[in-house]
């Protein structure tokens, strides 16, 4: 007889015969109710009425006689979530996806090829739909940028030089295509299209953090951050700053605060964290884990160039695909290798 996986509080325990699900129905520590079961050959975690072989032997068991109930968990206390940068639980913070636990940080450092090979099947079953979403977000912002293109054009916004780059050529028509690469507009253009560009970001990081966590999600999910879209993009502004000197400062530096603060987005995402909030979280999970990390964004990037090579068709699954595994890269350092087993 096949064992089952089931939640309880929050948790996912198992693997336990039906015997043993029953045993601890009548204990109370679990509620075939509210709780969900999965075993293997399952596509999905389903509560216990709608599994027929579980559903028939808990009927029996309530004609025999009523469960205990189960004992309800104590008020968390009244803390501070972001009073230090010092968190050591994420119960702390709020949270919209996983209910596992979470791991000491750098306990479980990210397995490169774990999460490329989970993430390359996950991303085959949601093709179609990642598709219509990463289409749906290029139009976006491809008409965001025609439309302040057009605004600038009313205001008056005269175009930058490739001169005003420090960049000069022997060829006007390259220094030309340098400087309309370079240029991103008038002020009022740059703060429009970043905050578009943070709020569909974080529609899609919505979006890979459902997948992974097996929860539900629509094209309306790529618009479902709007609340926090002001401090993401406060908290852009600020990383692009910190990398930026980071960068000027022989590389290096910039590249360890990529690794070290780079998951604030999907912090804002996943816990609502502040902007400071973000970064200490960010800070926290990727404790001990930055250089698998670092191969992961190289492995990632290749992948996208391979991708554009023939004619940016392979970009179609290459960038879902990068999305599915920098998800899973998250969910990695918050809960080791339990965020690739299935849920």
């Known amino acids: 007889m096949s064992d089952w996986y089931y939640s309880h509080q929050g948790k996912q325990l198992g693997p336990v015969p039906v015997s043993e699900l029953e045993r601890l129905a009548s204990n109370g520590e679990f509620d075939p109710e509210k709780g969900l079961v999965w075993k293997d050959g399952m596509a999905d975690w389903l509560p216990v009425a709608s599994v027929p072989e579980l559903a028939s032997n808990f009927k029996k068991q309530d004609q025999r006689g009523p469960r205990q109930s189960e004992p309800t968990p104590p008020p968390p206390e009244e803390s501070n979530p972001y009073a230090t940068p010092e968190v050591q639980s994420a119960d702390h913070y709020p949270t919209d996806g ?117 929860r539900p999600y629509t094209i309306g999910s790529l618009f479902s951050q709007g609340a926090l879209t002001f401090r993401a993009f406060l908290a852009q502004v600020l990383f692009g700053l910190l990398f930026g000197v980071g960068i000027l400062l022989f590389v290096v530096p910039g590249i360890y605060i990529l690794l070290r603060l780079g998951q604030y987005q999907f912090a804002i995402v996943d816990k609502h964290a502040d902007v400071l909030g973000s970064f200490a979280y960010s800070s926290r999970i990727t404790t001990g884990t930055k250089m698998p990390l670092f191969g992961l ?24 695909f990068s999305v599915v595994s920098m998800s899973l890269a998250y969910r990695w350092m918050q809960h080791g290798s339990a965020a690739v087993a299935p849920r």
């Open 98 to 214: 996983s209910t596992l636990p979470e791991i000491e940080p750098g306990s479980e450092p990210v397995d490169i090829a774990a999460i490329l090979k989970a993430s390359f099947e996950i991303t085959k079953r949601h093709i179609g739909m990642l598709f219509i979403i990463g289409a749906i977000m290029i139009s976006i912002t491809l008409g965001v940028s025609i439309l302040m293109g057009y605004i600038d054009t009313l205001i008056g916004y005269t175009p930058k030089e490739a001169t005003d780059f420090g960049i000069s050529t022997d060829n006007p028509d390259l220094d030309e295509a340098f400087a309309d690469a370079l240029d991103s507009g008038s002020l009022l253009n740059q703060i429009v299209s970043s905050l578009v560009g943070v709020f569909l970001g974080l529609g899609i990081f919505r979006v890979g953090l459902n997948i992974i966590d097996g």
């Open 297 to 320: 964004y190289i492995i990632l990037f290749l992948i996208n160039m391979l991708g554009a090579i023939p004619l940016f068709i392979g970009l179609v699954f290459t960038i879902p």
